[in-house]
């Protein structure tokens, strides 16, 4: 039990409560007083819906028996059926006002359990008005109090018209009567991860899969060899499928107590996990992985010296090299005197969950997000919002790639037994971006052999790169492409041209994923390839900003290749007269020639010419077609 329960179910606060009172504990009934001992005994064993039971009877004796309502309503309120605590509470605050004035505590915690805040405010105002309050009872009411104001400011700050809250148990398929909790969940959203506390005492990794009706499948444990009798948990698995990160504790060969281990899919399942290492781990706590999904950066809590308070966040990098980097604590805008835990790298890559007991809230662990800023720093985190958040703890939290399909672990009223998983859509202002994605195969234009090769996803109204990643040995490859941005889309192997790609998803499109297999071609002379993140204004020449990222591939693939010559060739639809269609397209190439030169690229490895509207790729009589006829060329003429 908690302490305030058990401070107000079997002490009394205040020896002077009775003085003042009309209602006089020794004119209880006494068989009503030995069925009241009864019931404290039976909820102190743990058997609290007993000691309910056996309360109620006491009741049923004496109906003006405040003492047990007060202690049942505590029952009530540790089993979290706050409605029922606070109704219980009021029946005693109705025998006895005085007498209940000490029990305003606890009481304004069942009224903030149900979300009544301004009553659980004034009932605590009450407590605190009480003369000669001990310290401890003072701090604790005043800690209440400040929580309180919290949950009454963030509401009038962040008005929700038009959301419900509706918290869906995931359902016998994944819970069960011991605890499920730490979700993950694939980038289709078909398959949820979860760790589960096997016969009570072992942790164990669990998977379930979408139905076509929409419901889940039973669980079953991984197969492989991640599952021990050791405990494995709050794993995070790649946007690919293919690599799973997890804690384990307390192994032979680690580092602490608990150590970040690496699995992959073979198979015949998961592999043995593979200890992470000293850039990543220490002989203190390292928990709650979350892998980018870029695979590039491993987010992680340790509690390792030198940090802000307790459990601190922390990130690691991938390099090249294959190894991890050093791990970079996140900062004092995230990281608080209290513990910072759970972190979730959405799919966007650019918005951050975690829970955290320093931020400001509604008491013990709450959920927050922040924002990767333009700089790439997280910008100051968000409290998530009641009912999200309450004054119980709240576990770890990871949202979908629809960025609305939320998934956390609680122990609600409702629970099958300790933790369940729960699934409820989060409000609109606390999203991550929607999150679609391109999937596909990068090969060898002449052989049809797969390419390992660099991905580059690229904003084009900022330049920032928003992910970089290699594919496979055999070139498959996943990237995510948040919602309401524009993106230059590249994939890159030396001795190829790049690939080149345009998603503009400022506007709406149509499926979550795109199928791109990429053939690459080798560098050689006629080897062309379309540009199609070179932007112009209508009927204009000047180059638009957002044509930069494209143009320092180019820049880099001349670079790269010193004796490589290439002409520029600009294409327009058949819009206007011919002549003007020419110099258009003359124009637009020598821009992009000038650009390269002003950067470097010597003239004399530079051609440019313009074809106006005679060589079409595709039909004018549409504006898709137009689109693509209005075109930016680079051809190999020549390597010296």
Same mark, same amino acid.
């Given at each position: 039990?908690?302490?305030?329960?058990?401070?107000?179910?079997?002490? +009394?606060?205040?020896?002077?409560? +009775?003085?003042?009172? &009309?209602?006089?504990?020794?004119?209880?009934?006494?068989?009503a007083v030995q069925l009241y001992t009864?019931?404290? &005994?039976?909820?102190?064993?743990?058997?609290?819906?007993?000691?309910?039971?056996?309360?109620?009877?006491?009741?049923?004796?004496?109906?003006?028996? #405040?003492?047990?309502?007060?202690?049942?309503?505590?029952?009530?309120?540790?089993?979290?059926?706050?409605?029922?605590?606070?109704?219980?509470?009021?029946?005693?605050?109705?025998?006895?006002?005085?007498?209940?004035?000490?029990?305003?505590?606890?009481?304004?915690?069942?009224?903030?359990?149900?979300?009544?805040?301004?009553?659980?405010?004034?009932?605590?105002?009450?407590?605190?008005?009480?003369?000669?309050?001990?310290?401890?009872?003072?701090?604790?009411?005043?800690?209440?109090?400040?929580?309180?104001?919290?949950?009454?400011?963030?509401?009038?700050?962040?008005?929700?018209?038009?959301?419900?809250?509706?918290?869906?148990?995931?359902?016998?398929?994944?819970?069960?009567?011991?605890?499920?909790?730490?979700?993950?969940?694939?980038?289709?959203?078909?398959?949820?991860?979860?760790?589960?506390?096997?016969?009570?005492?072992?942790?164990? !990794?669990?998977?379930?899969?979408?139905?076509?009706? @929409?419901?889940?499948?039973?669980?079953? $444990? !991984?197969?492989?060899?991640?599952?021990?009798?050791?405990?494995? $948990?709050a794993q995070t698995v790649s946007i690919?499928? &293919?690599?799973?990160?997890?804690?384990?504790?307390?192994?032979?060969?680690?580092?602490?107590?608990?150590?970040?281990?690496?699995?992959?899919?073979?198979?015949?399942?998961?592999?043995?996990?593979?200890?992470?290492?000293?850039?990543?781990?220490?002989?203190?706590?390292?928990? @709650?992985?979350?892998?980018?999904?870029?695979?590039?950066?491993?987010?992680?809590?340790?509690?390792?010296?030198? @940090?802000? =308070?307790?459990?601190?966040?922390?990130?690691?990098?991938?390099? %090249?090299?294959?190894?991890?980097?050093?791990?970079?604590?996140?900062?004092?805008?995230?990281?608080?005197?209290?513990?910072?835990?759970?972190?979730?790298?959405?799919?966007?890559?650019?918005?951050?969950?975690?829970?955290?007991?320093?931020?400001?809230?509604?008491?013990?662990?709450?959920?927050?997000?922040?924002?990767?800023?333009?700089?790439?720093?997280?910008?100051?985190?968000?409290?998530?919002?009641?009912?999200?958040?309450?004054?119980?703890?709240?576990?770890?939290?990871?949202?979908?790639?629809?960025?609305?399909?939320?998934?956390?672990?609680?122990?609600?009223?409702?629970?099958?037994?300790?933790?369940?998983?729960?699934?409820?859509?989060?409000?609109?202002?606390?999203?991550?971006?929607?999150?679609?994605?391109?999937?596909?195969?990068?090969?060898?234009?002449?052989? $049809?052999? $797969?390419?390992?090769?660099?991905? %580059?996803?690229?904003?084009?109204?900022? @330049?920032?790169?928003?992910?970089?990643?290699?594919?496979?040995?055999? =070139?498959?490859?996943?990237?995510?492409?948040?919602?309401?941005?524009?993106?230059?889309?590249?994939?890159?192997?030396?001795?190829? !041209?790049?690939?080149?790609?345009?998603?503009?998803?400022?506007?709406?499109?149509?499926?979550?994923?795109?199928?791109?297999?990429?053939?690459?071609?080798?560098?050689?002379?006629? #080897?062309?390839?379309?540009?199609?993140?070179?932007?112009?204004?209508?009927?204009?020449?000047?180059?638009?900003?957002?044509?930069?990222?494209?143009?320092?591939?180019?820049?880099?693939?001349?670079?790269?290749?010193?004796?490589?010559?290439?002409?520029?060739?600009?294409?327009?639809?058949?819009?206007?007269?011919?002549?003007?269609?020419?110099? %258009?397209?003359?124009?637009?190439?020598?821009?992009?020639?000038?650009? %390269?030169?002003?950067? =470097?690229?010597?003239?004399?490895?530079?051609?440019?010419?313009?074809?106006?509207? +005679?060589?079409?790729?595709?039909?004018?009589?549409?504006?898709?077609?137009?689109?693509?006829?209005?075109? +930016?060329?680079?051809?190999?003429?020549?390597?010296?």
């Amino acid at each position: 039990m908690t302490t305030y329960r058990l401070i107000f179910l079997f002490t +009394t606060l205040l020896c002077y409560a +009775t003085a003042r009172s &009309q209602y006089d504990p020794d004119k209880v009934n006494r068989k009503a007083v030995q069925l009241y001992t009864k019931g404290l &005994q039976q909820a102190v064993d743990g058997d609290v819906p007993a000691g309910i039971s056996t309360l109620q009877q006491a009741i049923a004796i004496d109906p003006r028996y #405040a003492e047990a309502f007060i202690s049942m309503a505590g029952m009530y309120g540790e089993q979290k059926d706050y409605p029922k605590a606070v109704e219980i509470y009021e029946k005693a605050k109705a025998i006895d006002s005085n007498y209940f004035l000490d029990y305003n505590l606890p009481y304004s915690i069942d009224l903030a359990g149900k979300g009544e805040f301004e009553k659980a405010l004034q009932a605590v105002n009450t407590f605190l008005t009480i003369p000669n309050l001990n310290e401890t009872s003072r701090k604790a009411g005043e800690y209440r109090q400040n929580t309180y104001r919290f949950a009454l400011d963030y509401a009038a700050a962040h008005p929700s018209a038009g959301y419900k809250f509706e918290l869906h148990n995931l359902g016998d398929s994944i819970n069960t009567e011991v605890s499920e909790y730490y979700p993950s969940v694939s980038l289709d959203g078909d398959t949820l991860f979860f760790t589960r506390r096997v016969n009570h005492t072992n942790e164990d !990794l669990y998977s379930s899969h979408r139905l076509p009706d @929409g419901t889940w499948s039973k669980a079953r $444990g !991984l197969p492989g060899d991640i599952n021990t009798n050791e405990n494995e $948990g709050a794993q995070t698995v790649s946007i690919d499928g &293919q690599l799973m990160v997890l804690d384990i504790c307390n192994t032979e060969g680690g580092f602490g107590g608990c150590d970040l281990y690496i699995s992959y899919r073979t198979p015949d399942g998961w592999s043995t996990p593979e200890n992470l290492g000293d850039s990543i781990n220490t002989e203190f706590r390292e928990a @709650g992985p979350s892998i980018s999904p870029d695979k590039k950066d491993l987010y992680f809590s340790s509690n390792r010296p030198g @940090g802000y =308070g307790g459990l601190d966040l922390y990130v690691s990098h991938h390099l %090249l090299n294959g190894r991890w980097s050093a791990a970079e604590n996140l900062g004092p805008v995230i990281n608080t005197i209290g513990d910072e835990s759970t972190p979730f790298i959405h799919f966007d890559n650019q918005t951050l969950y975690f829970n955290s007991t320093g931020q400001p809230g509604y008491g013990n662990n709450d959920l927050f997000v922040s924002r990767r800023q333009p700089d790439g720093s997280w910008g100051k985190p968000e409290n998530l919002g009641y009912p999200i958040n309450t004054i119980d703890d709240e576990g770890s939290l990871v949202i979908a790639s629809d960025g609305k399909t939320a998934y956390y672990a609680s122990d609600r009223a409702d629970s099958r037994g300790g933790m369940d998983l729960y699934t409820f859509e989060m409000r609109e202002n606390i999203r991550p971006s929607p999150t679609r994605w391109v999937k596909g195969r990068v090969f060898d234009r002449k052989t $049809g052999k $797969g390419l390992p090769s660099g991905v %580059l996803l690229t904003d084009l109204s900022t @330049g920032l790169v928003i992910s970089r990643l290699q594919t496979d040995e055999t =070139g498959n490859y996943v990237i995510t492409l948040p919602k309401g941005k524009d993106y230059a889309f590249n994939v890159n192997r030396r001795g190829y !041209l790049f690939y080149s790609e345009n998603f503009a998803l400022s506007r709406e499109q149509g499926d979550s994923a795109f199928q791109i297999d990429i053939p690459l071609q080798p560098i050689e002379a006629n #080897a062309a390839v379309v540009l199609r993140n070179i932007f112009f204004d209508p009927n204009k020449f000047d180059l638009r900003p957002e044509s930069e990222a494209e143009l320092r591939q180019v820049v880099q693939l001349l670079r790269d290749n010193p004796g490589v010559h290439i002409q520029i060739s600009g294409h327009t639809d058949n819009s206007g007269r011919p002549a003007e269609n020419q110099a %258009l397209s003359e124009n637009r190439a020598k821009a992009v020639t000038s650009f %390269l030169v002003a950067k =470097g690229i010597p003239a004399a490895r530079l051609s440019f010419k313009g074809f106006g509207d +005679t060589r079409p790729v595709a039909d004018n009589a549409t504006p898709e077609g137009r689109a693509k006829n209005r075109r +930016t060329e680079l051809t190999v003429t020549s390597i010296q």
